[in-house]
């Protein structure tokens, strides 16, 4: 281990141990349980956002189509939950009793094949994990052996992400169309919807979170993270050094797309239904952006970011609807313009340097500041 | 603008007339000793549930999309609902209380509906909300209404398939807009084969399921094609050509959007002349304000089936129009939906006056047989499955941007969001 | 006639023409091993595609490379290191973000799948490893730093270095000496002839004096074909190349 | 499906679809050529394209009302007058963002697509503020609204043919522009070595600031084009910028010949998909089909192979 290493692998679990006592203890304690849920529910993007870090920050690869991921992991909870809710005693009214009601709506009579497996809690819980991964695998097969990179690899992605919005919109009857799968009201038979519920699930979502970033420190700090860095340098060099570069390109695309799966599934279970509005263009970017602005280096940042956009967002369109649309251009502008490593590079820039000189008088005492910035780690 | 049930109805409409047709006598009774404060009841009475009421105010919510790609539908309705409040507390509010409105932006995103809408039941306790325009963000709140227990005035028509203690829904379901309208076009046209078209998602599909199965069962007619294009789609030179190769009678379309603009001009640019007798287009889906963007010159000549048409000849519309325009702006125009989101306001109003409660429960059980003979539509009533009694109309598409009135059922429609044999 | 098998690399016929522009033009040429091979020729003579097509880089249009009597035509760029072959680029390539220290790293060959890296751990084997290549190309006292950070002589023997670690049996150096001062020059050349034992190295070069001192034999390409080949005596006075070349 | 029709039906169906394809060809080319100048020539991914091109459907309309209350008479030619004002609107609001904005993510191409992304977000919003959040109907001159009928059947859209001859003579000056002139040897000086073009006193700077204001003022002419057959609102440019990007992609960046190429492929499986399948099925296949082919030639379809 190397000093320097050190030093940003110390700035980094410094900086983990501040995100989790911000997302378990501060946020719990000033909040309500109405504004609480809406934090777990920004948390969901989090998976998302450090998804990103790792695909975009590390390795280079952007892409604009997270929202996919996003989807595909939230539609298998849902999936499963409005299975659990379409009981038979449920449903008695419909003309097929037992399937989901837009299924009945739309003249089908049994529960098409691909639902079945929905019934097991177990399977669902691989699933949310799973198709994703299988999805993203198949996506960057594709790619990655055939070196697309760069903006074709985004516009391609940003192309798959309208396609399957335009699939399951119009395949209403098996997906519950632009209506999305609603009114999901419970889980194994605990009530989702009421507020203790929601505080449970904000606690496990938040520790989900921790779990990934830690998984995802893990994945950065071993010499595949550093192959990452690597290859988005040098592609090439890495090629001649005897790698696959496509296999490492793979991995993380996936290893992306799982985690966003899980945040997907959480949004599910916290707000309580699923829609094709979070699987298209608009919010796969809005993702992008909350990834960018906590510094798409950083994947602590990334916590912040998606935290700090939406809360701008929900409080900027309380006051000032009309200006929202505006703010939000400027921050994407101004996060490429003036701080390219967003928050985080603001940290490091600004923050730690004033650390630094206060460090050298009182050693020991920077830790402890209060300072909601994160920590930057390369 | 008053509401009633039945046995006062002769008074109150008296009141309004004093009310809105004179100024003086509006401002004169705002300085009157409070006429409503005699007549208001002890808050403790009327609100036991924690709703904000206060001595003097009640406070609602409304809930559109001022930002997204909604915001242009849903204008109109916050517009229609500001007005109904305005007017409402011009008469001295409801049980003498002045409304308030807390209005909350769903930027045309579904969660974002859902989470506002949960913002305003539990943060701010309003006693009703006015709001939500698509299906989409109508699922989404649902729950959170049923859960918290609200009361939701809900204005577009819509596809039916519900039927929820929390909702009014104040447009018309579609069974009520569709079945008059091809009875019309059947008997008056001599139509016989029809041609299905709209944007992809549910309210068009159900809509279409519908249509089908009266013409098909109901009319022993045919249906000769059915489509559907994704939302936003602009280019619809090969349906038309398709739609040429059939020849229908009739070209139902229930598009919506940008993708209307692009349906209509090119419709007319393929040479389907509207104005001519065959083929007839028929819609359900564009209002006066869809022309606005279409542009009257592109439309004219088609026939649009709903409740409600601005040029409608009573002096009930003709107040509302007016007062619409004096609020809004001269070159308002107003649909089928800003004229049922200006229902909701007075519905509620007279509901709570009914149970003489703000209580939700009180309020829902005293909706059932509500009427209202100063809607702008004419006559509504408040069926037992919270959907809305109401007349159907054609209308047929001027250049100028409206539409002539040309039919009128005799009957109110029943609503009947599950309709038997049309499923 | 000798078989190709006694070889450790023999080129045969290889041609590659992009819409129709032949850069390298029926090439054929052999290694043997710890054998210093250098290839020379003037701007465009199709020195760098030649490697590149080694390396698995371009694919030929037709011809072939037999390495240890594997087809490298056939293989995937990471199949073709695997087997043996390390290329080092014409411009430095190295990786700027990281320390020396993790450069060296990245090219020690082990956890080289997905898996591998993921379970890869910094053990005892390694970091002597890394040593002792970081004290073979001058580098020692720079482990910690990054790559960025070092002068441009020190990036090539660095990429050298990420090279050697893999212990490759045929070096592939596309102007290593470029941008080096004298004195540089002449460690590069010790450490060339270090090296060589167990293993070829093939050099494109342009400083003749560097060519000198290292070549065991010389190819002149010229137009994507072999000029001229043999000592570099002999190369020196084939009034070919002095046409086309030296005698600029 | 055929069975019950004449053969002389099916021959003005055929001729009508044909003709329809053209149409969406040239509604391609339209939107996609102003991007493949910016996005082939100078690597910047222009998310804000769609909103350039609404600028250019607002000032038709602001043109249109114009001519309607100030000079109903030459109302027939205010649609030429709007479309080259749309160009120069356009096209300076381009050059602006450029020296705003573009200019300093030269080296950083995924950062302009976030950058012009929100770019697109303030557009919008503008529109919104200055137009009001509703469509607005574009009144347009009486003659380029109907048809030319040539047989019972057959039946030739006037604005499609118009539309038809604006992008023939856009796709020809760009042509000119970009092979015969100073600016388009310059451009390309440019885009093959930048260093070299500013050596040799090329003003790289100007260059690229006309060039992207080039290709933003085509876009402005296309979505004044785009008047006649679509809608004009504010997020309405939001409609095209998949499609915009995928032609340009499938064509293969680099080449304009290859946008048009692109776009022919494009538009003609479309249309002809459309023709025998439902709506949303055919837009499915099409975005599929193109998708699947970028995969297996990431390059695109229509680049000549050239050393890597």
Same mark, same amino acid.
């Given at each position: 281990m190397t000093p320097m290493l050190t030093s940003a692998r110390?700035t980094e679990?410094?900086?983990?141990?501040?995100?989790?006592?911000?997302?378990?203890?501060?946020?719990?304690?000033?909040?309500?349980?109405?504004?609480?849920?809406?934090?777990?529910?920004?948390?969901?993007?989090?998976?998302?956002?450090?998804?990103?870090v790792l695909c975009w920050g590390s390795a280079g690869i952007l892409?604009?189509?997270?929202?996919?991921?996003?989807?595909?992991?939230?539609?298998?909870?849902?999936?499963?939950?409005?299975?659990?809710?379409?009981?038979?005693?449920?449903?008695? +009214?419909?003309?097929?009793?037992?399937?989901?009601?837009?299924?009945? =709506?739309?003249?089908?009579?049994?529960?098409?094949? !691909?639902?079945?497996?929905?019934?097991?809690?177990?399977?669902?819980?691989?699933?949310?994990?799973?198709?994703?991964? +299988?999805?993203?695998?198949?996506?960057?097969?594709?790619m990655f052996t055939r070196r697309v990179g760069g903006v074709y690899f985004a *516009? *391609?992605?940003?192309?798959?992400?309208?396609?399957?919005?335009?699939?399951?919109?119009?395949?209403?009857?098996?997906?519950?169309?632009?209506?999305?799968?609603?009114?999901?009201?419970?889980?194994?038979? =605990?009530?989702?919807?009421?507020?203790?519920?929601?505080?449970?699930?904000?606690?496990?979502?938040?520790?989900?979170?921790?779990?990934?970033?830690?998984?995802?420190?893990?994945?950065r700090s071993s010499k595949l993270g550093r192959i990452l860095v690597a290859l988005r340098d040098k592609e090439d060099r890495v090629r001649f050094s005897g790698y696959d570069v496509a296999a490492f390109k *793979?991995f993380v695309?996936? !290893?992306?797309?799982? *985690?966003?799966?899980?945040?997907?599934?959480?949004?599910?279970?916290?707000?309580?239904?699923?829609?094709?509005?979070?699987?298209? +263009?608009?919010?796969?970017? @809005?993702?992008?952006?909350?990834?960018?602005?906590?510094g798409r280096h950083s994947? +602590?940042?990334?916590?912040?970011?998606?935290?700090?956009?939406?809360?701008?967002?929900?409080?900027?369109? @309380?006051?000032?609807? @009309?200006? =929202?649309?505006?703010?939000?251009?400027?921050?994407?502008?101004?996060?490429v313009m003036a701080f390219p490593n967003g928050?985080a590079g603001?940290?490091t820039s600004?923050?730690q340097p004033?650390?630094k000189?206060?460090?050298?008088?009182?050693?020991?005492?920077?830790?402890?500041?209060?300072? @909601?910035?994160?920590?930057i780690a390369e | 603008?008053?509401?009633?049930?039945?046995?006062?109805?002769?008074?109150?409409?008296?009141?309004?007339?004093?009310?809105?047709?004179?100024?003086?006598?509006?401002?004169?009774?705002?300085?009157?000793?409070?006429?409503?404060?005699?007549?208001?009841?002890?808050?403790?009475?009327?609100?036991?549930?924690?709703?904000?009421?206060?001595?003097?105010?009640?406070?609602?919510?409304?809930?559109?999309?001022?930002?997204?790609?909604?915001?242009?539908?849903?204008?109109?309705?916050?517009?229609?609902?500001?007005?109904?409040?305005?007017?409402?507390?011009?008469?001295?509010?409801?049980?003498?209380?002045?409304?308030?409105?807390?209005?909350?932006?769903?930027?045309?995103?579904?969660?974002?509906?859902?989470?506002?809408?949960?913002?305003?039941?539990?943060?701010?306790?309003?006693?009703?909300?006015?709001?939500?325009?698509?299906?989409?963000?109508?699922?989404?709140?649902?729950?959170?209404?049923?859960?918290?227990?609200?009361?939701?005035?809900?204005?577009?028509?819509?596809?039916?398939?519900?039927?929820?203690?929390?909702?009014?829904?104040?447009?018309?379901?579609?069974?009520?807009?569709?079945?008059?309208?091809?009875?019309?076009?059947?008997?008056?046209?001599?139509?016989?084969?029809?041609?299905?078209?709209?944007?992809?998602?549910?309210?068009?599909?159900?809509?279409?399921?519908?249509?089908?199965?009266?013409?098909?069962?109901?009319?022993?007619?045919?249906?000769?094609?059915?489509?559907?294009?994704?939302?936003?789609?602009?280019?619809?030179?090969?349906?038309?050509?398709?739609?040429?190769?059939?020849?229908?009678?009739?070209?139902?379309?229930?598009?919506?959007?940008?993708?209307?603009?692009? #349906?209509?001009?090119?419709?007319?640019?393929?040479?389907?002349?509207?104005?001519?007798?065959?083929?007839?287009?028929?819609?359900?889906?564009?209002?006066?304000?869809?022309?606005?963007?279409?542009?009257?010159?592109?439309?004219?000549?088609?026939?649009?089936?709903?409740?409600?048409?601005?040029?409608?000849?009573?002096?009930?519309?003709?107040? #509302?129009?007016?007062? #619409?325009?004096?609020?809004?702006? /001269?070159?308002?125009?107003?649909?089928?939906?800003?004229?049922?989101?200006?229902?909701?306001?007075?519905?509620?109003?007279?509901?709570?006056?009914?149970?003489?409660? #703000?209580?939700?429960?009180?309020?829902?059980?005293?909706?059932?047989?509500?009427?209202?003979?100063?809607?702008?539509?004419?006559?509504?009533?408040?069926? /037992?499955?919270?959907?809305?009694?109401?007349?159907?109309?054609?209308?047929?598409?001027?250049?100028?941007?409206?539409?002539?009135?040309?039919?009128?059922?005799?009957?109110?429609?029943?609503?009947?969001?599950?309709?038997?044999?049309?499923? | 006639?000798?078989?190709?098998?006694?070889f450790l690399l023999s080129v045969e016929g290889l041609t590659v023409s992009f819409d129709g522009f032949k850069a390298v033009d029926d090439l054929s040429f052999y290694v043997d091993p710890n054998e210093i091979h250098v290839i020379i020729g003037p701007n465009g003579a199709g020195k760098t595609t030649a490697l590149d097509l080694i390396c698995g880089k371009t694919r030929a249009t037709s011809g072939s490379i037999r390495f240890r009597?594997k087809e490298l035509t056939e293989m995937k760029e990471h199949q073709i290191v695997h087997a043996g072959v390390g290329r080092k680029f014409q411009n430095p390539s190295i990786y700027e973000d990281l320390t020396v220290f993790e450069n060296l790293e990245i090219s020690f060959p082990r956890g080289r799948s997905v898996?591998g890296a993921?379970?890869f751990k910094r053990d005892k084997e390694v970091r002597e490893r890394v040593a002792e290549i970081a004290e073979m190309i001058f580098l020692e006292d720079h482990l910690e730093e990054r790559a960025e950070y070092l002068s441009h002589g020190q990036k090539q023997w660095l990429e050298i270095g990420m090279l050697l670690i893999q212990n490759p049996e045929l070096l592939m150096l596309d102007e290593p000496v470029a941008g080096m001062s004298v004195s540089e020059r002449v460690k590069t050349a010790e450490l060339l002839n270090r090296i060589i034992q167990g293993r070829a190295v093939i050099v494109i070069e342009h400083d003749m004096k560097f060519v000198e001192d290292i070549a065991h034999k010389v190819t002149v390409l010229h137009q994507g074909k072999v000029l001229s080949e043999g000592s570099m005596t002999h190369v020196k006075s084939d009034p070919k190349v002095v046409e086309v070349y030296l005698g600029h | 499906?055929?069975?019950?029709?004449?053969?002389?039906?099916?021959?003005?169906? %055929?001729?009508?679809?044909?003709?329809?394809?053209?149409?969406?060809?040239?509604?391609?080319?339209?939107?996609?050529?102003?991007?493949?100048?910016?996005f082939g020539q100078m690597g910047v991914i222009?998310?804000?394209?769609?909103?350039?091109?609404?600028?250019?459907?607002?000032?038709?309309?602001?043109?249109?009302?114009?001519?309607?209350?100030?000079?109903?008479?030459?109302?027939?030619?205010?649609?030429?007058?709007?479309?080259?004002?749309?160009?120069?609107?356009?096209?300076?609001?381009?050059?602006?963002?450029e020296?705003?904005?573009i200019r300093f993510l030269y080296k950083r191409p995924l950062d302009t697509l976030l950058a012009?992304?929100?770019?697109?977000?303030?557009?919008?919003?503008?529109?919104?503020?200055?137009?009001?959040?509703?469509?607005?109907?574009?009144?347009?001159?009486?003659?380029?609204?109907?048809?030319?009928?040539?047989?019972?059947?057959?039946?030739?859209?006037?604005?499609?043919?118009?539309?038809?001859?604006?992008?023939?003579?856009?796709?020809?000056?760009?042509?000119?522009?970009? %092979?015969?002139?100073?600016?388009?040897a310059q451009v390309r000086a440019v885009v093959q070595n930048r260093q070299m073009a500013g050596a040799v006193g090329i003003d790289t700077e100007k260059v690229d600031r006309?060039t992207f204001?080039?290709?933003?003022?085509?876009?402005?002419?296309?979505?004044?084009?785009?008047?006649?057959?679509?809608?004009?609102?504010?997020?309405?440019?939001?409609?095209?910028?998949?499609?915009?990007?995928?032609?340009?992609?499938?064509?293969g960046a680099t080449s304009?010949?290859?946008?048009?190429?692109?776009?022919?492929?494009?538009?003609?499986?479309?249309?002809?998909?459309?023709?025998?399948?439902?709506?949303?099925?055919?837009?499915?296949?099409?975005?599929?089909?193109?998708?699947?082919?970028?995969?297996?030639?990431p390059q695109?379809?229509?680049v000549l192979k050239v050393r890597r």
């Amino acid at each position: 281990m190397t000093p320097m290493l050190t030093s940003a692998r110390k700035t980094e679990l410094i900086g983990f141990v501040i995100v989790a006592a911000v997302i378990l203890l501060l946020l719990p304690a000033v909040t309500d349980a109405f504004r609480l849920n809406l934090v777990g529910k920004y948390l969901t993007y989090a998976f998302v956002a450090v998804g990103l870090v790792l695909c975009w920050g590390s390795a280079g690869i952007l892409s604009l189509g997270q929202g996919i991921f996003f989807g595909l992991g939230g539609y298998c909870m849902a999936m499963f939950l409005k299975l659990e809710a379409s009981t038979p005693e449920a449903t008695s +009214i419909q003309s097929t009793p037992g399937i989901p009601d837009f299924m009945d =709506w739309n003249q089908i009579t049994a529960l098409p094949w !691909f639902w079945e497996p929905f019934h097991s809690f177990g399977f669902t819980l691989v699933a949310v994990v799973v198709v994703p991964a +299988i999805l993203a695998f198949i996506i960057g097969f594709a790619m990655f052996t055939r070196r697309v990179g760069g903006v074709y690899f985004a *516009i *391609i992605t940003q192309a798959i992400a309208a396609i399957l919005t335009i699939l399951i919109i119009g395949q209403q009857g098996y997906t519950g169309g632009v209506n999305g799968i609603t009114d999901l009201r419970t889980l194994l038979g =605990w009530d989702i919807r009421t507020d203790s519920a929601k505080t449970i699930l904000y606690f496990v979502n938040a520790f989900l979170l921790l779990a990934v970033i830690a998984l995802s420190m893990a994945v950065r700090s071993s010499k595949l993270g550093r192959i990452l860095v690597a290859l988005r340098d040098k592609e090439d060099r890495v090629r001649f050094s005897g790698y696959d570069v496509a296999a490492f390109k *793979i991995f993380v695309f996936c !290893f992306a797309a799982a *985690i966003s799966g899980i945040g997907g599934a959480m949004f599910t279970l916290q707000v309580g239904f699923m829609s094709p509005s979070f699987v298209g +263009i608009v919010p796969s970017i @809005e993702m992008v952006i909350f990834c960018a602005v906590g510094g798409r280096h950083s994947l +602590i940042g990334a916590v912040y970011g998606t935290l700090l956009v939406n809360w701008a967002k929900t409080s900027f369109s @309380e006051s000032f609807p @009309e200006l =929202w649309l505006f703010a939000m251009g400027a921050l994407f502008i101004a996060v490429v313009m003036a701080f390219p490593n967003g928050l985080a590079g603001l940290y490091t820039s600004h923050v730690q340097p004033l650390f630094k000189r206060f460090g050298r008088k009182s050693a020991g005492r920077s830790a402890a500041s209060g300072t @909601e910035t994160p920590a930057i780690a390369e | 603008m008053k509401t009633n049930d039945k046995g006062a109805a002769p008074r109150s409409m008296l009141r309004r007339k004093l009310m809105i047709g004179s100024a003086a006598l509006a401002l004169s009774l705002a300085m009157a000793p409070r006429p409503g404060l005699a007549q208001s009841p002890p808050t403790s009475e009327v609100n036991t549930t924690g709703l904000a009421v206060t001595d003097d105010t009640v406070t609602v919510g409304i809930l559109h999309s001022i930002t997204g790609t909604m915001a242009i539908s849903e204008t109109g309705s916050v517009q229609a609902e500001k007005l109904a409040i305005e007017q409402i507390n011009e008469m001295g509010g409801v049980l003498g209380r002045k409304i308030e409105y807390i209005q909350e932006d769903g930027a045309s995103d579904w969660p974002t509906f859902a989470e506002k809408a949960k913002k305003l039941l539990v943060q701010d306790k309003v006693a009703a909300v006015f709001g939500c325009w698509t299906s989409a963000s109508r699922k989404a709140v649902l729950p959170v209404f049923e859960q918290y227990n609200g009361m939701l005035y809900y204005p577009t028509f819509y596809e039916g398939l519900e039927e929820s203690p929390n909702v009014i829904y104040t447009g018309q379901e579609a069974t009520q807009q569709i079945i008059a309208g091809l009875n019309w076009v059947a008997e008056e046209k001599g139509a016989e084969t029809f041609y299905l078209l709209g944007s992809d998602y549910i309210w068009p599909r159900t809509s279409n399921k519908i249509a089908r199965k009266h013409i098909e069962d109901k009319l022993g007619l045919k249906v000769v094609g059915e489509e559907y294009y994704p939302l936003g789609h602009t280019q619809f030179n090969s349906v038309i050509n398709k739609i040429k190769l059939r020849k229908p009678d009739v070209i139902y379309a229930i598009v919506v959007g940008g993708s209307n603009v692009a #349906f209509y001009k090119q419709l007319k640019a393929a040479g389907i002349d509207m104005t001519q007798e065959k083929p007839i287009v028929m819609t359900i889906s564009v209002t006066e304000d869809e022309i606005r963007g279409i542009g009257g010159e592109n439309i004219e000549g088609a026939y649009a089936t709903m409740k409600y048409f601005q040029s409608l000849e009573n002096e009930n519309n003709q107040e #509302f129009v007016s007062a #619409f325009k004096a609020m809004w702006g /001269e070159d308002m125009v107003i649909g089928d939906v800003t004229q049922a989101a200006y229902l909701g306001p007075w519905l509620w109003k007279a509901a709570v006056e009914k149970a003489g409660s #703000f209580d939700i429960d009180k309020v829902r059980e005293a909706s059932p047989g509500i009427e209202l003979t100063t809607a702008p539509e004419g006559y509504v009533r408040i069926h /037992e499955n919270h959907h809305l009694w109401s007349k159907t109309r054609v209308g047929h598409a001027k250049a100028d941007g409206q539409y002539e009135v040309v039919y009128e059922t005799t009957d109110l429609m029943e609503p009947d969001p599950f309709p038997e044999g049309y499923q | 006639m000798t078989t190709n098998n006694d070889f450790l690399l023999s080129v045969e016929g290889l041609t590659v023409s992009f819409d129709g522009f032949k850069a390298v033009d029926d090439l054929s040429f052999y290694v043997d091993p710890n054998e210093i091979h250098v290839i020379i020729g003037p701007n465009g003579a199709g020195k760098t595609t030649a490697l590149d097509l080694i390396c698995g880089k371009t694919r030929a249009t037709s011809g072939s490379i037999r390495f240890r009597g594997k087809e490298l035509t056939e293989m995937k760029e990471h199949q073709i290191v695997h087997a043996g072959v390390g290329r080092k680029f014409q411009n430095p390539s190295i990786y700027e973000d990281l320390t020396v220290f993790e450069n060296l790293e990245i090219s020690f060959p082990r956890g080289r799948s997905v898996f591998g890296a993921l379970a890869f751990k910094r053990d005892k084997e390694v970091r002597e490893r890394v040593a002792e290549i970081a004290e073979m190309i001058f580098l020692e006292d720079h482990l910690e730093e990054r790559a960025e950070y070092l002068s441009h002589g020190q990036k090539q023997w660095l990429e050298i270095g990420m090279l050697l670690i893999q212990n490759p049996e045929l070096l592939m150096l596309d102007e290593p000496v470029a941008g080096m001062s004298v004195s540089e020059r002449v460690k590069t050349a010790e450490l060339l002839n270090r090296i060589i034992q167990g293993r070829a190295v093939i050099v494109i070069e342009h400083d003749m004096k560097f060519v000198e001192d290292i070549a065991h034999k010389v190819t002149v390409l010229h137009q994507g074909k072999v000029l001229s080949e043999g000592s570099m005596t002999h190369v020196k006075s084939d009034p070919k190349v002095v046409e086309v070349y030296l005698g600029h | 499906m055929f069975a019950d029709y004449t053969w002389s039906e099916l021959g003005s169906i %055929f001729a009508m679809q044909g003709f329809a394809g053209l149409v969406l060809f040239s509604v391609f080319v339209l939107m996609a050529l102003g991007l493949a100048i910016i996005f082939g020539q100078m690597g910047v991914i222009n998310m804000a394209h769609g909103e350039f091109m609404i600028l250019g459907a607002y000032v038709t309309y602001m043109c249109s009302n114009f001519f309607q209350s100030a000079a109903p008479a030459l109302m027939p030619i205010s649609f030429f007058v709007a479309m080259v004002l749309a160009f120069f609107a356009s096209g300076a609001l381009g050059m602006l963002v450029e020296m705003g904005l573009i200019r300093f993510l030269y080296k950083r191409p995924l950062d302009t697509l976030l950058a012009t992304w929100g770019l697109s977000l303030i557009l919008q919003q503008t529109y919104r503020t200055i137009f009001g959040a509703r469509e607005v109907g574009v009144t347009l001159p009486d003659w380029m609204m109907g048809s030319l009928p040539l047989t019972d059947l057959v039946e030739i859209p006037i604005n499609g043919l118009i539309v038809m001859a604006i992008t023939l003579s856009i796709t020809v000056a760009v042509a000119i522009v970009m %092979f015969r002139s100073r600016f388009g040897a310059q451009v390309r000086a440019v885009v093959q070595n930048r260093q070299m073009a500013g050596a040799v006193g090329i003003d790289t700077e100007k260059v690229d600031r006309f060039t992207f204001g080039l290709g933003c003022g085509i876009a402005g002419v296309a979505g004044s084009a785009f008047t006649m057959i679509g809608s004009t609102g504010p997020s309405s440019g939001q409609l095209y910028i998949v499609d915009t990007f995928l032609v340009v992609v499938f064509g293969g960046a680099t080449s304009l010949i290859g946008t048009v190429a692109s776009a022919f492929t494009i538009s003609q499986a479309q249309s002809t998909m459309e023709f025998f399948l439902s709506g949303s099925m055919a837009k499915v296949l099409t975005l599929l089909t193109v998708v699947g082919i970028l995969m297996l030639r990431p390059q695109g379809l229509f680049v000549l192979k050239v050393r890597r």
